[in-house]
């Protein structure tokens, strides 16, 4: 099963109208490479004019409330997005998972309010340092993943990242060898889940992802883009990510 990469920008609480000028190169490196799928996740205040400056890159949120109305002063519902022109929204962020307290199944609900307004819902996992150390990396993952996955995921709405917190802006990645284990471990789940589509869900990378990294990282099996913080809020430093994907795609 040949997977298509995608390679997804988190911008996080970072950025006002005049950063938008970043996705323009951003853009024409995504035309370059139509081989590769390409999304920026801004803050929610930008989706609707990135898509007005950038119809052909795709703009997805940073998260949805489960509900799709109600008294939910400073939520956001995904029929809310999907109107703005988001066509995907990060789920499950590991500094809402901390600063909100999500659980799994408020990220499940997350999710499948993604789902019934057509975004794909990029579903977020990660074990903490102390959890990594104490050797329970995969058991707390393959569990996030068990309790957030909604039950109609399929490939086309559902995509993972996995993102060890203690790599998520801190320059510091794991392994290849630990990466790879993870994500065979995620799709030994996704299968138990979800076995028709197991397959074809894309589990992406994140936690420090660079220009010098992402070849090795990206190279590695079952690891089928990623998900990208800081290296996001800047072309310069976005693009070589999106030229890595192209060019393991040419290698193919
Ligand atoms: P980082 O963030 O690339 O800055 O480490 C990744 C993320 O939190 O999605």
């Keep these: 099963m040949t997977r298509r990469k995608l390679i997804a920008g988190n911008w996080k609480m970072n950025g006002h109208l005049d950063h938008l000028r970043e996705l323009d190169e951003i853009a024409n490196a995504a035309e370059a490479h139509p081989d590769v799928d390409v999304a920026i996740c801004p803050p929610a205040t930008l989706i609707a ?32 997005l999907a109107e703005a022109g988001a066509k995907c929204t990060i789920v ?27 975004l794909t819902a990029i579903i977020c996992v990660g074990e903490t340092e102390e959890q990594r150390d104490a050797g329970e990396a995969e058991s707390v993952v393959t569990g ?37 284990a993870m994500h065979a471990a995620i799709r030994a789940k996704l299968s ?29 099996d079952h690891v089928d883009g990623g998900l990208v913080g800081g290296a996001s809020l800047s072309a310069d430093k976005f693009v070589p990510i999106i030229e890595a994907a192209g060019f393991l795609y040419g290698r193919r």
């Design 192 to 220: 138990e889940l979800v076995a028709g589509e197991a397959d074809g869900i894309r589990i992406l990378y994140g936690g420090s992802m660079n220009g010098d990294n992402a070849g090795e990282l990206l190279a590695v």
């Design 144 to 180: 996030q993943v068990e309790g957030s996955l909604p039950p109609d995921a399929t490939a086309a709405n559902t995509v993972i990242a996995y993102e060890p917190v203690w790599a998520i802006g801190t320059g510091r990645i794991p392994t290849m060898d630990d990466v790879a």
């Design 49 to 80: 004019p990135a898509v007005q400056r950038v119809p052909g890159l795709t703009i997805g949120a940073q998260d949805c409330h489960a509900e799709d109305r109600g008294a939910h002063t400073g939520c956001l519902a995904a029929p809310m």
């Design 92 to 118: 499950g962020h590991s500094e809402r998972r901390a600063d909100q307290g999500e659980t799994d199944a408020d990220v499940r609900g997350k999710a499948e309010a993604a789902h019934r307004h057509a």
